[in-house]
């Protein structure tokens, strides 16, 4: 099955020490997105990617950095993990076609990060 | 920037029982609106949405929504919930030309057998 994939599903990391969660997908979708969603808080957009154009929310901090090799694969870089990055980490995708706001978006499962 | 109100978080109720969600959006401009649903341990995953045409939405597993304009809302309702139903529902919404989805802060709802 087509599909969106997210490694680890749970990740455990020190205070400041540099962590990447990855993201792949068989959709050979255009655009891949980043979500950070905090507990009992809706899932908040961190950037996206249109194909290799990358896309940064204004309030994104920028301890957040991202990557996309390929279309396949997205990364999310936290450079120094706080305690306030706790939280899942939500990869989409969506086609990018046309009507791209009315582009229904492709979950994976999240990731958990904790940090200690 | 929009933003999405969802009233309600916890909502418990019987199998058999009727739902109704509600969804109020602040954005005057064209919108397009999306029902996501998280069933326990799995990933978010669409359940309707509406962009133009029939103001009233039928999704899948017999969930439907009505967007109201004049109200700004895009409330979800099911006439008889069942245990699978149980699940995190989320309100979601882009504007005309933008991909960015501003979510609510969802509803955890409980169906009890």
């Known amino acids: 099955d087509a599909m969106v994939i997210q490694n680890p599903r749970y990740q455990v990391t020190q205070f400041g020490k540099p962590v990447t969660l990855s993201c792949s997908q068989t959709l050979n979708h255009n655009v891949m997105y980043w979500y950070q969603q905090k507990s009992s808080q809706a899932p908040k957009l961190l950037f996206h990617y249109y194909d290799k154009d990358f896309n940064n929310e204004a309030d994104t901090p920028d301890n957040f950095q991202s990557r996309r090799p390929n279309t396949s694969f997205c990364f999310l870089d936290i450079r120094s993990p706080g305690l306030g990055d706790a939280a899942m980490y939500l990869c989409a995708t969506s086609r990018g076609e046309r009507t791209i706001s009315t582009d229904t978006q492709y979950f994976g499962p999240g990731t958990r990060l904790t940090v200690l | 920037a929009q933003s999405v109100s969802q009233h309600n978080h916890h909502v418990i109720l019987s199998e058999a029982a009727s739902l109704e969600l509600g969804c109020n959006y602040s954005?005057?401009?064209?919108?397009?609106l999306f029902w996501y649903v998280q069933y326990p341990g799995q990933h978010l995953q669409l359940l309707l949405k509406y962009f133009s045409g029939d103001p009233l939405v039928k999704g899948i597993k017999g969930f439907e929504a009505e967007f109201i304009k004049s109200k700004f809302s895009f409330n979800l309702r099911k006439p008889s919930v069942q245990w699978s139903d149980t699940a995190e529902y989320f309100c979601?919404?882009?504007?005309?030309?933008?991909?960015?989805?501003?979510f609510g802060k969802g509803n955890q709802v409980v169906v009890i057998p």
């Open positions: 979601a919404v882009t504007t005309y030309g933008n991909n960015r989805l501003a």
């Open positions: 954005y005057g401009g064209t919108v397009n």
